[in-house]
């Protein structure tokens, strides 16, 4: 019976709702597949071996620091080779530098009998290593009849022996009494293309020469001294602007000593220029200080003499 006050439920609700259904639980694992390994549970006292190091770790990392060997200052260098534009194959060297050093090997034969042989030189960088290798090539007819004034092809090499520099030299006279035949040189980088000239100007007491581009433009002048010797001391070749109203670099002959400026021909040479100049105007400079040094400091015959600007 329904208590007092609640109402009696009328016929025709429909009746509850049976209770939700339960999920099954989940079954138990049955057992892999065949053809799938089961890992084994590791055992009491066993765990998982400990890896070996990649290969090459161990002996990089047992490496002592000590026993890095330092670089040579004075070995041959691969110069570094930038990505550039304009730039002739095998000159990207000299884009970092703004110095280099210039020395001429010893020839024993030439120095004892006076026999000339083919100049050979070292272009360094300024901490003394090697950066390109340059030789004469020339007859032994021309070289021992025609002295300083021959003509000669010289090649510079880089340190893998590729021909990277051409300088071409006809033969002319050194006399500044034959002004329309006077000193030239042609420089070729690779060989084949002409990059520029150093063309000599006449002066009737001093030596000055034009660095010109490939096309014959002036670029640069060379002023010298009077008289290209000193004893004890450099002989200076003034780089200008080509109006001479600047200095921008200087090529200069190197004091060697007593007795190798007596007796052999052997020279040090050191050119200096703009870090910025055009590296093809670096070359011509190079094959401007070849000139220089077999037009003033070449023995010339058997006395031993050298020409200056107003002797042949």
């Given amino acids: 019976m329904a208590a007092p006050g609640y109402h009696v439920p009328q016929p025709g609700y429909p009746a509850a709702s049976p209770?939700?259904?339960?999920?099954?639980?989940?079954?138990?694992p049955t057992a892999p597949s065949p053809g799938f390994s089961v890992y084994p549970a590791p055992g009491a006292g066993h765990g998982i071996p400990p890896q070996p190091p990649p290969r090459g770790y161990r002996e990089?990392?047992?490496?002592?620091?000590?026993?890095?060997?330092?670089?040579?200052?004075?070995?041959?260098?691969?110069?570094?080779?930038?990505?550039g534009t304009g730039i002739p194959p095998g000159l990207e060297y000299l884009t970092q530098v703004d110095q280099v050093l210039i020395h001429q090997k010893v020839e024993l034969v030439e120095a004892f009998i006076g026999f000339e042989s083919n100049n050979k030189y070292e272009i360094?960088?300024?901490?003394?290593?090697?950066?390109?290798?340059?030789e004469e090539q020339n007859d032994c007819c021309t070289r021992n009849c025609?002295?300083?004034?021959?003509?000669?092809?010289?090649?510079?090499?880089?340190?893998?022996?590729?021909?990277?520099?051409?300088?071409?030299?006809?033969?002319?006279?050194?006399?500044?009494?034959?002004?329309?035949?006077?000193?030239?040189?042609e420089v070729q980088c690779p060989p084949g293309v002409t990059v520029g000239f150093v063309v000599q100007t006449w002066h009737p007491f001093t030596p000055k020469f034009s660095v010109q581009?490939?096309?014959?433009?002036?670029?640069?002048?060379?002023?010298?001294?009077?008289?290209?010797?000193?004893?004890?001391?450099?002989?200076?070749?003034?780089?200008?602007?080509?109006?001479?109203?600047?200095?921008?670099?200087?090529?200069?002959?190197?004091?060697?000593?007593?007795?190798k400026e007596v007796f052999t021909d052997t020279d040090n040479f050191g050119i200096q220029f703009?870090?910025?100049?055009?590296?093809?105007?670096k070359a011509v400079l190079l094959g401007a200080c070849f000139l220089i040094d077999f037009m003033f400091f070449e023995k010339t015959g058997e006395v031993g003499q050298r020409s200056s600007v107003i002797t042949s």
Wanted: with cysteine; charged share 20%; hydrophobic share 35%.
């Fill in 19 to 28: 209770p939700y259904p339960v999920p099954p639980p989940h079954p138990a």
């Fill in 213 to 259: 581009n490939a096309e014959k433009e002036t670029v640069l002048r060379i002023l010298g001294p009077c008289f290209a010797f000193s004893c004890g001391g450099d002989v200076n070749f003034e780089v200008k602007t080509r109006d001479e109203s600047r200095g921008v670099g200087r090529i200069s002959k190197q004091w060697s000593g007593l007795l």
């Fill in 60 to 83: 990089h990392a047992a490496t002592p620091q000590h026993h890095l060997q330092a670089a040579d200052p004075h070995a041959t260098i691969t110069p570094y080779m930038p990505v």
């Fill in 146 to 185: 025609c002295g300083s004034l021959r003509r000669f092809t010289m090649r510079v090499e880089d340190s893998a022996g590729r021909e990277v520099v051409r300088i071409v030299r006809p033969l002319k006279c050194v006399s500044c009494w034959f002004p329309c035949c006077l000193q030239e040189l």
């Fill in 124 to 134: 360094l960088n300024s901490v003394g290593q090697q950066i390109f290798h340059a």
């Fill in 274 to 281: 703009p870090m910025d100049l055009d590296v093809k105007i």
